[in-house]
């Protein structure tokens, strides 16, 4: 069984500072693939990155960064100078590699975003 | 190019009313999916499908649930009868041929059973 966990529920920082949103996830597959995304206080879920498990390159887009760890089964996400757009539930998702990766997502339970300015 | 297309976007219904929540993936994507946000549960996925044809309904919640895609341009899931904990936001999302890749969502049906 797949597990995605995201222990911060609400995070809360003043704009321009940065914020770390943890994930750490199980799983039996030897390849899989971990997602973020985001999900504004207008409802969508909007996608921001796709990593495979056997990359473990980190990216940085903007402000935004993601730290893949296979060792600790982490795919940990960086807002660097956050400011109060950033402000949603961000989730962290697993996709099984099995069947070509043509499954459906384990999503975790999302970390609440609060950018007060 | 337009997103995933859901409809309707709000519905709100008495409890034993059957309710048909209506999905158009995007053009070209072979794989569907749909999924339920609640705050209790969070976002679960209820069923998928892939070149219109179901490869996993572990999800759905009950017989009530049930789900089609009767071609690549439509999907449709239907609850009879609806009951109040069948509220929530109910997404569906398309990917591309090459699982790996990523899914886009639609807008949401905000379902309220009363």
């Known amino acids: 069984a797949q597990k995605v966990t995201q222990a911060q529920t609400e995070i809360s920082v003043v704009e321009k500072e940065d914020v770390t949103l943890d994930c750490v996830y199980e799983?039996?597959?030897?390849?899989?693939?971990l997602f973020w995304y985001k999900q504004p206080p207008s409802g969508e879920l909007v996608f921001l990155i796709r990593?495979?498990?056997?990359?473990?390159q980190n990216e940085i887009s903007g402000r935004y960064s993601w730290n893949f760890q296979k060792s600790t089964s982490s795919f940990n996400f960086t807002i660097t100078a956050s400011q109060v757009v950033d402000s949603a539930v961000y989730f962290c998702a697993l996709r099984s590699g099995l069947r070509g990766g043509a499954d459906g997502l384990t999503f975790g339970k999302g970390t609440h975003l609060i950018i007060q300015p | 190019d337009a997103g995933v297309i859901q409809s309707p976007r709000h519905e709100v219904t008495e409890m034993g009313q059957e309710v048909t929540l209506r999905c158009k993936p995007i053009?070209?994507?072979?794989?569907l999916f749909w999924y339920r946000q609640t705050m209790m549960r969070g976002l679960e996925l209820l069923i998928y499908?892939?070149?219109?044809?179901?490869?996993?309904d572990s999800g759905m919640p009950e017989d009530r649930f049930s789900a089609k895609m009767p071609n690549a341009s439509f999907s449709t899931l239907k609850i009879q009868p609806s009951e109040p904990r069948d509220s929530a936001v109910y997404f569906c999302a398309s990917s591309g041929a090459g699982g790996w890749l990523e899914q886009y969502f639609g807008p949401g049906t905000r379902l309220t059973v009363t």
């Open positions: 053009s070209g994507h072979n794989s």
């Open positions: 499908f892939n070149n219109n044809v179901p490869i996993d």
């Open positions: 990593r495979n498990s056997f990359d473990e």
């Open positions: 799983t039996r597959d030897t390849t899989y693939y």
